[in-house]
């Protein structure tokens, strides 16, 4: 997630696409590429990315929606802007996140798990000052639809002023905010734009703002195994890194039907 810290088990990467802005064709994406071992999560806030995959699944995710991949065993993806902002160029803003799978479940067969926006389960406080959208766990009576390997929370918090708002977070999980927009009180401590906040032990975190602020809430369950990753491939030793290697350029990660 940053210099010096590893991963934030079971999280491996937080990534925030953009916001940037492309002229007519200059959006770029990423082409074929592998993936073992663990989950690709993308959300996009603003734009449209496309997704095609060696296990059959295609889509077009726009603002709002959630495409939860779960590589297993292997995959070859491609993620790109959509042919439509390709041509006509637009904004970009998003996340991507990576979950690690448990060793049980490293070599599952491959899922692909898309929500849009209109389907993810979203809820107000009483006072209409916290909006929550639930992408994983629950938040203010809102189950997720998405189905994870492993206990994990993941939802977007949008604060107007005066919000404040108490969300459970079971005291067996590793959990942070990451703020996005404005500057949030997370246990009552400010996080800005671009900050993430770590939380310590507990079984609740306080949320709350004096502007508007918006966030990422992230906890899961720490699978507290061996890490070894390479690329794009996250296992739990060394030779399993290299027999990702030598299946992928075997070509036994498959490949994408065209
Ligand atoms: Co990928």
Do not use: C
Request: zero cysteines; a negative charge.
């Amino acid at each position: 997630p940053t210099v010096g810290v590893e991963q934030i088990d079971p999280f491996l990467l937080v990534d925030e696409m953009g916001p940037i802005t492309y002229a007519p064709g200059e959006a770029v994406g990423a082409p074929d590429h592998p993936h073992r071992g663990f989950e690709t999560v993308t959300y996009v806030l603003q734009g449209e990315a496309q997704h095609e995959d060696s296990a059959g699944h295609r889509g077009t995710i726009g603002p709002g929606d959630v495409q939860w991949m779960t590589a297993g065993g292997g995959i070859v993806h491609s993620e790109e802007p959509s042919d439509a902002m390709k041509r006509d160029g637009g904004t970009m803003h998003g996340f991507q996140l990576w979950v690690n799978l448990p060793k049980r479940d490293k070599l599952m067969p491959p899922r692909y798990q898309e929500v849009k926006a209109a389907q993810l389960p979203k809820a107000t406080t009483a006072d209409g000052l916290a909006k929550v959208t639930v992408i994983a766990g629950e938040a203010l009576g809102a189950t997720a639809r998405i189905e994870t390997r492993t206990p994990i929370i993941y939802q977007h918090w949008v604060l107007e002023p005066g919000a404040r708002v108490e969300q459970p977070v079971d005291a067996a999980m590793q959990g942070f905010a990451y703020v996005f927009k404005g500057t949030a009180l997370v246990a009552g401590r400010e996080v800005k734009d671009g900050q993430l906040a770590l939380f310590s032990s507990g079984d609740s975190i306080e949320l709350a703002a004096t502007e508007r602020a918006e966030l990422l809430l992230l906890a899961g369950q720490p699978l507290n195994e061996p890490l070894a990753r390479y690329g794009p491939f996250v296992m739990n030793t060394e030779d399993e890194l290299v027999q990702a290697v030598r299946d992928f350029q075997a070509g036994r990660l498959g490949q994408i039907a065209r």
